[in-house]
């Protein structure tokens, strides 16, 4: 009954605040040795494939969508489970095209490729200057959802919560550099994994018939797509279908692993391409697993307050984005909720911790570099942790103002924007891997177009799906900046030829 549920208690507050401390510590004794110059950037070479492998998936996993995953399938549809089940598009059109050029370049960032492929430092400044815009909006978000709804849950003023997760992220990323981060994000993802897998196994066990209901649910109960929704819509290809869902998240994927710094960054702690694909399959099954038990998690909790509406309130009962926390506060044993709200935590601070480090080092390296020449390693890394620790200082204070305001609309909206601009930023790098007589002024222009009609599809053709707006991108990226590159070649009377190593085809020899 209602009256018994138990809600979050100290234990539980003493459960998050130890994980806190837990890795606090473990961030500083990854940091203890003293990291200068490259190995800040892109680790010392001791960190395992695997470790990478979690920290990849940690980094991609939204903490909002840790709730929202599961509040999908609550509300009656697995459709958005195609967008990651995409990773069977992404993964090998980034281990045959990408890694292979990445490992062979030996590359310091995602950009330093652009500067290489088109002998461009302007292309390189322009990606990282979208890359680092992109990021700060989305740091102080990160910190600010979670940590509202945390608050609301336990009582726990939000901007100590705040605080607390920017204090301990620029602690380490600040003096251990990317192997520290690499490390913490590898506990802090197996905590999410084994927090919501764990919710899972007790969800099952306390339905009637265990895992046989949700089966059933799923194959005859119409609980697996919603009405309307089909596997293929003839009458428009680019509107909301699950073959649109599914390449399209495979192609939005496929953006992040090739042109998103945070991504990339781990890629470059080895040159070892068996090692780089080992990473790069592993976490595409880690992701799949993980969103497969995030939307078997939603459907069960649907059958359980179903089987038991006495448990649940009307007002959460509607709110498919609120139930899966309202199951972890007053359903869960005492001491399970702070570890299941603990892997919560842990995805907001993994995406923090890799988002001032990458942030940091795509400044010194792609942008300070540029600004200030033959700068010594010690110098960069004194710059870098300098940029740490701002840019954790601004994502605090940015949280704390946001937490006072009501701007999740305005937060989708600039996500949105940057969102489709990162794509056409993609875009320019399948341009530079795919053909190798392109310039960078056709990649300039390519990219220009390209946001300027994904823009227009957006606003403009409301029947397009969202999903294609990657796919979109990339086609035209790739048609103007050839075009371009042609008309360039004809009037000047040179033609421009890519540096050996830096297309896919020219990677193999």
């Not at 306390?206 to 929704?229: H, M, P, Q, W, Y």
């Amino acid at each position: 009954m209602l009256e018994e549920l138990h809600g979050f208690t100290w234990i539980d507050t003493t459960v998050l605040v130890v994980y806190m401390i837990g890795v606090l510590l473990a961030g500083i004794y990854f940091s203890k040795k003293e990291m200068k110059g490259k190995e800040f950037f892109k680790g010392d070479g001791s960190v395992p494939w695997w470790v990478t492998c979690v920290s990849i998936f940690a980094t991609l996993l939204s903490p909002i969508s840790f709730l929202a995953l599961a509040g999908n399938s609550y509300g009656g549809t697995w459709m958005l489970w195609f967008a990651q089940l995409g990773m069977i598009i992404a993964i090998p059109l980034t281990i045959r095209f990408f890694l292979p050029v990445y490992a062979k370049l030996d590359i310091d960032t995602a950009y330093h490729y652009l500067e290489i492929r088109f002998q461009s430092p302007a292309l390189r400044v322009l990606g990282a200057v979208m890359f680092v815009l992109f990021q700060l909006g989305r740091m102080s978000i990160v910190m600010y959802l979670p940590c509202v709804a945390l608050a609301s849950l336990t009582d726990i003023n939000v901007d100590v919560l705040i605080i607390a997760m920017g204090a301990i992220a620029i602690v380490y990323s600040y003096t251990g550099g990317l192997k520290a981060v690499l490390w913490t994000d590898f506990i802090q993802g197996v905590i999410l994994i084994g927090g919501i897998t764990l919710t899972l196994f007790y969800i099952i066990y306390k339905l009637d018939n265990g895992i046989a209901d949700v089966t059933a649910s799923l194959t005859t109960g119409g609980r697996f797509l919603a009405d309307g929704e089909k596997w293929v819509d003839w009458s428009n290809l680019l509107g909301t279908s699950v073959l649109v869902t599914l390449v399209g998240g495979g192609l939005s994927t496929f953006c992040s692993y090739v042109s998103s710094q945070d991504v990339v960054q781990r890629f470059t702690t080895t040159t070892d391409v068996k090692q780089l694909n080992k990473m790069t399959i592993g976490n595409g099954i880690l992701s799949i697993f993980c969103a497969s038990v995030f939307y078997m998690v939603g459907t069960a909790l649907y059958l359980y307050y179903n089987q038991n509406p006495e448990e649940i309130t009307d007002l959460f009962r509607h709110s498919q984005d609120k139930v899966f926390a309202y199951f972890l506060t007053y359903e869960l044993p005492v001491g399970i909720t702070g570890i299941i709200l603990a892997a919560l935590y842990a995805a907001s601070q993994s995406t923090l911790s890799t988002g001032i480090n990458s942030v940091a080092t795509s400044w010194v390296m792609d942008i300070q570099t540029k600004i200030t020449p033959n700068m010594s390693y010690e110098r960069q890394t004194k710059i870098a942790q300098y940029i740490s620790l701002a840019i954790g200082i601004f994502a605090i204070l940015v949280a704390m103002y946001l937490a006072r305001l009501d701007v999740k609309s305005a937060y989708e909206l600039f996500n949105s924007f940057l969102g489709q601009a990162l794509g056409a930023l993609a875009g320019v790098f399948v341009l530079g891997a795919f053909t190798r007589k392109t310039t960078a002024l056709g990649a300039f222009i390519g990219f220009v177009a390209a946001t300027a009609i994904v823009f227009y599809c957006k606003y403009n053709v409301p029947s397009i799906s969202f999903w294609m707006y990657a796919f979109i991108a990339m086609a035209v990226t790739l048609i103007v900046g050839i075009i371009v590159s042609v008309i360039q070649a004809k009037a000047t009377g040179k033609e421009f030829v890519a540096p050996e190593g830096s297309t896919y085809l020219t990677a193999k020899n």
